[in-house]
């Protein structure tokens, strides 16, 4: 290939100079234009019939255009920006060309301090064309930009704008990857390209730049794919000693007539690392390109558990341990100390648990997600009714200790029933607490769930969630002088269990209202299903608890209803085993009448906005998220926000995270995040990285992302 392409170029070194195929001219974006601007500038280049002329990388023949620049002071010309080209295969080559016409675009910055005044703009332009033989053509062409007070567009500029839609867009939107698919044989080793697409594309293909040290080679084999998701297999063959860590290229796929690229600068990842979904692509604006220092992840771990037990999700369950510790307050401090450190254990095993459960999903080739329990239909059932339970318990309906008083059993039988509720109340703490996120959390629970990391990681990380999210209340069972400062145990406390039942009750509400998302219409069965197990309660308390008479009969009574709760509404009714079909809802955001127009948030949805050079709000968020929708959700929808959304023109994005979409895991994983909450401004610039804003949100904080999105 490299000797033919030797002999093309002597033979055309005799040739003229000037070609007679092609024709070059320029065009300006602007007739006049301000000091500081930047404009446009379009080289164009018509071709004769059944001629071309090459992209950036020519390909196995050819050479690419270039345009030597002759500026007056106070302009500097930028980059050539060349549009996706098409491939032009033959038997012992692959080039890569333009036919009939090509507008290739070049920004021309102005100085701020630039003169008014007319200017005169000239280049050299040089290309190869080629029909059957091959011509080496060159042109000047030249023209003129008059500086002003004002920007007045060109007639040209609708041209070089419909240009400008046919580049490659960033690649930021579709989320593409490498790696090497097995190891290397002689020279040649294989490489799998993926990425993201909106539809299902009819032909797809990776147009790579040229290199010195490697060539990728033009055979492009298809392979299957994700739903979503386009997979080529591309040979790469070493020229240099070393096989080369990065690739990068065009991203091409045509759906019909419509022609799409996307750049993309990609580390190639290991053999077998990519395989399993790891985003392995060096994206332009990935933000955090660099991993973090284990000991960092274990500190934000730490920080994040203790500021969880701040968030609305875990309020029940304070509820439940300040009554605990106002009893303790009366035990002997090595019994406090004892219950303190049961209750951390109850954490400490919940969180070993979901990291088990997230090394044993990654393992099996799936992804994982910060509170992917809430996604299983057979967990909420179960957990609605635990927690309408303990409401009911604190409501008291009915008591959980052996003599049916909850402060009057005997030492013993305390301290037996006293362990087994701090464990309980240490497993209900992480469950509920996984609904929720915080600041410092999501870092580090992306950092544990990463694609590839090692499961002793993941088990640090999760061990360490725990430690800080039962660490406020071993410290005050360690302390006993700090639990002098509680009120004494009195009438009180029974008052005060009773109100700490709404809270939990709110939390069944809560519980329920995902049900529906599973199980639609049917759910209200579930409703029915809580209602006969609140009456077994009853009975259980009322009859049996309060040693009242009849304890054989209410025992038949409390088996009869629950057998009616379960044979007739969870069985029959709620079908609670087929939940529907579809999973989760899979409708368009909801839009409130006056508030946020929300759009459906995908890759392909990004990529037009950037393009269209608008600022983006992005929002991905769950329904059984309570920080979504308790912190989040408020500062987005406010007035301020949505009044700056409509002044700055921008496209408001949603990513529902409820059924836990493959797609948005991998843009989650982008950002170095295992959940939601996760909110990104893209300022308008599609160049510039997005801005990642905290957990904590508050609308100035939005405000002050959409500004710096602006300038």
């Given at each position: 290939?490299?000797?033919?392409?030797?002999?093309?170029?002597?033979?055309?070194?005799?040739l003229?100079?000037r070609?007679?195929?092609?024709?070059?001219?320029?065009?300006?974006?602007?007739?006049?234009?301000?000091?500081?601007?930047?404009?446009?500038?379009?080289?164009?280049?018509?071709?004769?019939?059944?001629?071309?002329?090459?992209?950036?990388?020519?390909?196995?023949?050819?050479?690419?255009?270039?345009?030597?620049?002759?500026?007056?002071?106070?302009i500097?010309?930028?980059?050539?920006?060349?549009?996706?080209?098409?491939?032009?295969?033959?038997?012992?080559?692959?080039?890569?060309?333009?036919?009939?016409?090509?507008?290739?675009?070049?920004?021309?910055?102005?100085?701020?301090?630039?003169?008014?005044?007319?200017?005169?703009?000239?280049?050299?332009?040089?290309?190869?064309?080629?029909?059957?033989a091959?011509?080496?053509?060159?042109?000047?062409?030249?023209?003129?930009?008059?500086?002003?007070?004002?920007?007045?567009?060109?007639?040209?500029?609708?041209?070089?704008?419909?240009?400008?839609?046919?580049?490659?867009?960033?690649?930021?939107?579709?989320?593409?990857?490498?790696?090497?698919?097995?190891?290397?044989?002689?020279?040649?080793?294989?490489?799998?390209?993926?990425?993201?697409?909106?539809?299902?594309?009819?032909?797809?293909?990776?147009y790579?730049?040229?290199?010195?040290?490697?060539?990728?080679?033009?055979?492009?084999?298809?392979?299957?794919?994700?739903?979503?998701?386009?997979?080529?297999?591309?040979?790469?063959?070493?020229?240099?000693?070393?096989?080369?860590?990065?690739?990068?290229?065009?991203?091409?796929?045509?759906?019909?007539?419509?022609?799409?690229?996307?750049?993309?600068?990609?580390?190639?990842?290991?053999?077998?690392s990519?395989?399993?979904?790891?985003?392995?692509?060096a994206?332009?604006?990935?933000?955090?390109?660099?991993?973090?220092?284990?000991?960092k992840?274990?500190?934000?771990?730490?920080?994040?558990?203790?500021?969880?037990?701040?968030?609305?999700?875990?309020?029940?369950?304070?509820?439940?341990?300040?009554?605990?510790?106002?009893?303790?307050?009366?035990?002997?401090?090595?019994?406090?100390?004892?219950?303190?450190?049961?209750?951390?254990?109850?954490v400490?095993?919940?969180?070993?648990?979901?990291?088990?459960?997230?090394?044993?999903?990654?393992?099996?080739?799936?992804?994982?997600?910060?509170?992917?329990?809430?996604?299983?239909?057979?967990?909420?059932?179960?957990?609605?009714?635990?927690?309408t339970?303990?409401?009911?318990?604190?409501?008291?309906?009915?008591?959980?200790?052996?003599?049916?008083?909850?402060?009057?059993?005997?030492?013993?039988?305390?301290?037996?029933?006293?362990a087994?509720?701090?464990?309980?109340?240490?497993?209900?703490a992480?469950?509920?607490?996984?609904?929720?996120?915080?600041?410092?959390?999501?870092?580090?629970?992306g950092?544990?769930?990463?694609?590839?990391?090692?499961?002793?990681?993941?088990l640090?990380?999760?061990?360490?969630?725990?430690?800080?999210?039962?660490?406020?209340?071993?410290?005050?069972t360690?302390?006993?002088?700090?639990?002098?400062?509680?009120?004494?145990?009195?009438?009180?406390?029974?008052?005060?269990?009773?109100?700490?039942?709404?809270?939990?009750?709110?939390?069944?509400?809560?519980?329920?209202?995902?049900?529906s998302?599973?199980?639609?219409?049917?759910?209200?069965?579930?409703?029915?299903?809580?209602?006969?197990?609140?009456?077994?309660?009853?009975?259980?308390?009322?009859?049996?608890?309060?040693?009242?008479?009849?304890?054989?009969?209410?025992?038949?009574?409390?088996?009869?209803?629950?057998?009616?709760?379960?044979?007739?509404?969870?069985?029959?009714?709620?079908?609670?085993?087929?939940?529907?079909?579809?999973?989760?809802?899979?409708?368009?955001?909801?839009?409130?009448?006056?508030?946020?127009?929300?759009?459906?948030?995908s890759?392909?949805?990004?990529?037009?906005?950037?393009?269209?050079?608008?600022?983006?709000?992005?929002?991905?968020?769950?329904?059984?998220?309570?920080?979504?929708?308790?912190i989040?959700?408020?500062?987005?929808?406010?007035?301020?926000?949505?009044?700056?959304?409509?002044?700055?023109?921008?496209v408001?994005?949603?990513?529902?995270?409820?059924?836990?979409?493959?797609?948005?895991t991998?843009?989650?994983?982008?950002?170095?995040?295992?959940?939601?909450?996760?909110?990104?401004?893209?300022?308008?610039?599609?160049?510039?990285p997005?801005?990642?804003?905290?957990?904590?949100?508050?609308?100035?904080?939005?405000?002050?992302?959409?500004?710096?999105?602006?300038?």
């Amino acid at each position: 290939m490299l000797n033919l392409f030797c002999v093309a170029w002597f033979c055309l070194a005799g040739l003229p100079a000037r070609a007679a195929h092609t024709q070059a001219t320029l065009l300006l974006g602007a007739e006049t234009a301000r000091p500081g601007d930047t404009v446009l500038a379009g080289v164009r280049l018509r071709m004769d019939p059944d001629w071309h002329t090459y992209w950036r990388n020519p390909g196995g023949s050819g050479m690419a255009t270039t345009i030597d620049w002759q500026l007056p002071v106070g302009i500097t010309a930028g980059a050539i920006q060349w549009p996706v080209p098409e491939m032009l295969p033959d038997e012992d080559l692959t080039t890569y060309i333009y036919r009939d016409e090509v507008v290739l675009l070049v920004p021309l910055k102005l100085a701020a301090d630039l003169a008014p005044g007319s200017l005169a703009l000239k280049a050299s332009v040089a290309w190869l064309e080629c029909k059957v033989a091959c011509v080496r053509g060159e042109a000047s062409v030249e023209g003129v930009l008059h500086v002003g007070d004002v920007t007045k567009p060109s007639n040209e500029a609708p041209l070089i704008a419909a240009w400008q839609g046919k580049l490659p867009r960033p690649g930021a939107g579709v989320s593409p990857r490498a790696w090497w698919e097995s190891p290397a044989s002689g020279n040649l080793r294989p490489m799998i390209v993926d990425w993201s697409s909106p539809a299902a594309a009819d032909e797809a293909s990776f147009y790579p730049d040229a290199s010195e040290r490697f060539e990728v080679q033009e055979t492009t084999v298809r392979l299957p794919a994700d739903v979503g998701r386009i997979r080529l297999r591309k040979q790469v063959k070493k020229i240099a000693a070393e096989w080369p860590q990065r690739v990068s290229g065009v991203l091409v796929e045509r759906t019909g007539t419509q022609r799409l690229g996307y750049e993309a600068d990609l580390a190639i990842a290991p053999q077998g690392s990519a395989a399993t979904g790891s985003p392995a692509a060096a994206d332009p604006v990935r933000l955090a390109p660099a991993i973090p220092p284990l000991w960092k992840m274990l500190l934000y771990a730490f920080i994040g558990g203790l500021i969880l037990n701040l968030m609305p999700c875990v309020l029940p369950v304070i509820a439940l341990k300040i009554l605990g510790f106002v009893g303790q307050a009366r035990n002997a401090p090595r019994e406090t100390r004892r219950l303190g450190l049961i209750y951390a254990l109850g954490v400490l095993m919940s969180f070993l648990v979901l990291a088990l459960l997230v090394i044993g999903v990654q393992a099996a080739g799936h992804k994982a997600g910060w509170g992917i329990q809430f996604g299983n239909p057979y967990f909420l059932l179960a957990m609605t009714t635990m927690v309408t339970l303990i409401a009911l318990n604190l409501f008291g309906v009915f008591e959980v200790t052996l003599g049916g008083r909850a402060m009057g059993a005997a030492a013993s039988a305390s301290a037996k029933e006293g362990a087994a509720g701090a464990f309980f109340n240490g497993l209900l703490a992480t469950i509920l607490a996984t609904s929720c996120t915080a600041p410092f959390l999501g870092a580090a629970v992306g950092f544990a769930m990463a694609p590839g990391q090692r499961a002793v990681v993941t088990l640090m990380i999760f061990l360490m969630l725990g430690v800080g999210l039962s660490f406020p209340y071993v410290l005050l069972t360690w302390q006993p002088a700090w639990l002098k400062f509680l009120p004494k145990p009195g009438v009180w406390m029974e008052r005060f269990k009773v109100a700490m039942g709404f809270p939990m009750l709110a939390a069944a509400v809560w519980l329920f209202s995902l049900v529906s998302l599973h199980y639609g219409d049917r759910s209200w069965w579930l409703g029915i299903f809580l209602v006969l197990v609140a009456v077994a309660a009853w009975i259980y308390g009322e009859f049996i608890q309060r040693h009242r008479a009849r304890r054989g009969l209410a025992a038949a009574a409390i088996a009869a209803v629950l057998a009616t709760a379960y044979g007739f509404a969870l069985e029959s009714n709620l079908q609670w085993r087929h939940p529907l079909p579809q999973g989760l809802s899979t409708v368009g955001p909801e839009v409130d009448p006056g508030g946020v127009p929300w759009q459906a948030w995908s890759p392909a949805a990004v990529a037009r906005a950037r393009a269209e050079g608008r600022p983006i709000l992005v929002d991905f968020t769950a329904k059984w998220c309570l920080t979504c929708n308790t912190i989040v959700k408020p500062a987005l929808e406010s007035a301020s926000v949505r009044q700056k959304l409509r002044e700055l023109n921008g496209v408001a994005l949603l990513g529902d995270y409820t059924g836990f979409p493959a797609s948005i895991t991998e843009e989650l994983n982008r950002f170095s995040r295992a959940g939601v909450p996760l909110v990104l401004v893209y300022p308008k610039n599609p160049q510039a990285p997005p801005i990642v804003l905290p957990e904590a949100l508050t609308p100035g904080m939005v405000l002050d992302a959409l500004n710096r999105a602006t300038q």
